[in-house]
């Protein structure tokens, strides 16, 4: 099945810096990648779509100055959190859409990387 | 904006035991999907049901959409540790979006 590769799995900041999360889709091209970020024992909440070539759309709430995304090409996405603070801290993932056909898509999901600011 | 009520947000039975999660909305979603979620991994995908009323099993797993494409449920037979998890449902909301319930956080015990 397809692949996302989101690098790094953890990184541990100090605060006021950046930090670069990556978003590859290792065996497909993906138009469209998605943001989230979860809180520990909390669902997935959508940060931003982010589009190949184009801007990305961000959620309501959510400073798109502080996470810039970039989606350069049809097989990488990454997600700079800029001058990051301790409330950053939390799990970020990735997902790729798939289209096949007119009406089948899906969705998958990188493993997540685990942002900690210090 | 379009909610999506997952309940129970906690679940802890005894292995063997059969359980219910649902997943509830005021709105109509064009298909509903259901994840796994393991600590410090991303969600993998379990089922995607489409049609109204359709029912999907996986396994000691069934999962069945409402005839109003509002509401779903999982069902898991025999519970077994190995099921323990986070169990997400999603819906498409169009847009290309999907729009998370909360979660259920299932915890089976040998």
């Known amino acids: 099945g397809a692949v996302v590769s989101q690098h790094p799995s953890r990184v541990i900041c100090k605060s006021g810096t950046s930090v670069k999360i990556e978003c590859r889709s290792l065996d497909f091209q993906a138009t469209t990648m998605f943001w989230y970020r979860q809180f520990p024992k909390q669902s997935l909440m959508l940060m931003a779509t982010?589009?190949?070539?184009?801007?990305?759309?961000?959620e309501q709430g959510v400073e798109k100055d502080k996470f810039l995304i970039n989606h350069a090409s049809l097989t990488l996405s990454t997600l700079t959190v800029t001058s990051a603070h301790p409330e950053d801290s939390s799990f970020y993932i990735c997902?790729?859409?798939?289209?096949?056909?007119?009406?089948?898509?899906?969705?998958?999901f990188g493993s997540g990387t685990q942002l900690s600011v210090l | 904006t379009q909610l999506l009520e997952q309940s129970p947000q906690f679940l802890s039975i005894q292995e063997g035991e059969n359980l219910t999660v649902y997943c509830n909305s005021s709105s109509v979603f064009s298909s509903l999907q259901w994840y796994r979620q393991e600590p410090g991994e991303g969600p993998v995908l379990l089922v995607t049901v489409v049609t109204g009323g359709e029912v999907k099993k996986l396994k000691r797993l069934t999962f069945q959409f409402g005839d109003a494409r509002k509401d779903s449920s999982l069902h898991i037979t025999a519970a077994q540790p190995g099921d323990t998890g986070l169990y997400l449902c999603a819906g498409a909301a169009g847009a290309q979006k999907l729009v998370f319930g909360q979660g259920t956080r299932l915890t089976i015990n040998p």
């Open positions: 982010s589009n190949e070539g184009s801007k990305a759309t961000y």
């Open positions: 997902s790729a859409r798939v289209v096949w056909g007119i009406t089948n898509e899906k969705l998958f």
